[in-house]
Structure formats: C-alpha cells, structure tokens
C-alpha cells in the first residue's frame, strides 16, 4: 500500500494557468508538507501543516496555497504558473511528537513533475 | 539560522569500494540531523537519523553516519558499496526550538557506483 501519494505524476501546463496538485497519506499522520525540488536537486520546503498551525517558508510567493480538507490530505494549489515554477513537487507526511519535539522521520510521496511552458 | 553543507555534489566510486559522504551543518542550538536517499525518479527515504546519544547511528542498506558536534559534521559511510547504492544522498538538520518538523536540506551528493 502507497503510504504518501501524488497526482498527478506529470503536469504540463502553460504560464498563467491555475493547477492543483494533490497529497495523500494513509499513515495516519497529523502533520503534512510540500516541498520544491528545482533542477539542481536542491530541495526546500514551501509549507508544513497541521490542524494546529500552517506554517509558510516566507520565500514562498502567495500564488502558492495549501489546501486540507482532512487530516490525511494536503493539495497544493498554484495561480498564474510562471516558468521558474518548473520544478519537482514532493509531498511528505510525519507524525507530530509530544512536547513540540519535530524530530520524526518524514515519510515522501514520489513527487510531481511540473513543466510549465 | 541553520544550514547544511554537502561538501561533494558529485562522488563516482567503483563497486565494492568504500564510500563517505561528507555532511556539515552549521546551528546555534542543539540539532537532529537525518540522511536521506533518493533513486532516480522517486521520492526521498529514510537511511538513518541521530536525536542524541550515542554517536554513530546505523541505517539500512548497511549505512552509517557519525554525528561529531566538535566539527560540526554527519558524514555517511558505507565500507562497500553496490551499483543499487546509486542515487542522490541528501543531509538534513532540524533543530529542538525550531518549527514543527521543518527540516533543512543540503544541496544533494550524487553517488555514482561503477563495476
């Protein structure tokens, strides 16, 4: 069984265009991320969510947006697409620990590639 | 601010061979450091982490890591490695007082291994 999901797998689409990827996890976890892997493999996190708190890299333009409607999915949703927007999406899931400790491993989805021409 | 610096982005080594992936990181609290491996075209997963005690954390695949606080580095080893090792091998750092769960990942070391 697929713990952390990803649709679609590929995306190609045209700048300006509004896209949705979406994330699920069958792990029970209560605690989501995406992350933005450009063409240089440097990975960097755009968000981490739980049903406490959304927390937003700062870097992250506001043309992003997580969306969760339930615990076990977290979509991404991206407006007026750009070309620097071409990357590799992943979405990961863990599980939150006691005492605000952050220290558990992060389960991955296989990633979205994203071309937008 | 945290950082994480992976000294090579690219290591070729021939089957068998031993390998070290050279990890370091830079924080001004106490810090949890994970490597992890990505094959080609999937999503990243687990090799093994250090949250504290003893030093040298063992992983699967036969992987090992020494944390060393004095020199602020993670190195990965591996005393023999096989074609199926190939892949990107990514450092991350997360620290204690830091945001749930956000972890910041190094640049990436291509492993290449050759028969």
């Known amino acids: 069984d697929t713990a952390v999901s990803q649709t679609p797998k590929y995306l190609v689409t045209q700048m300006g265009n509004d896209k949705s990827i979406k994330c699920e996890q069958n792990?029970?976890?209560?605690?989501m991320y995406w992350y933005k892997q450009d063409s240089k493999k440097f990975l960097k996190i755009m968000f981490s969510?739980?049903?406490?708190?959304?927390?937003i890299n700062e870097t992250v333009p506001n043309r992003f947006s997580p969306k969760s409607p339930d615990k076990a999915h977290l979509n991404l949703h991206i407006n007026s697409l750009e070309l620097g927007d071409s990357a590799v999406y992943f979405c990961?899931?863990?599980?939150?620990?006691?005492?605000?400790?952050?220290?558990?491993?992060?389960?991955f989805g296989p990633g979205t590639r994203l071309t937008v021409l | 601010a945290q950082s994480v610096t992976q000294l090579d982005s690219q290591v070729p080594v021939f089957e068998e061979a031993p390998v070290e992936l050279r990890c370091n990181y830079s924080s001004s609290v106490s810090v949890y450091l994970f490597w992890y491996v990505q094959y080609p075209n999937q999503g990243l997963q687990l090799l093994l982490k250090y949250l504290s005690g003893s030093t040298l954390v063992k992983g699967i695949n036969g992987f090992e890591a020494e944390f060393n606080k004095s020199q602020t580095s993670f190195h990965l080893r591996k005393p023999s490695v096989h074609i199926s090792d190939t892949a990107e091998y990514f450092c991350a750092v997360g620290n204690y007082g830091g945001s749930q769960g956000n972890l910041i990942f190094g640049k990436g070391t291509k492993l290449s291994v050759k028969p």
């Open positions: 969510y739980n049903n406490k708190e959304l927390i």
């Open positions: 990961a899931s863990s599980q939150e620990l006691a005492g605000g400790r952050a220290d558990n491993e992060q389960f």
């Open positions: 792990l029970g976890h209560d605690t």
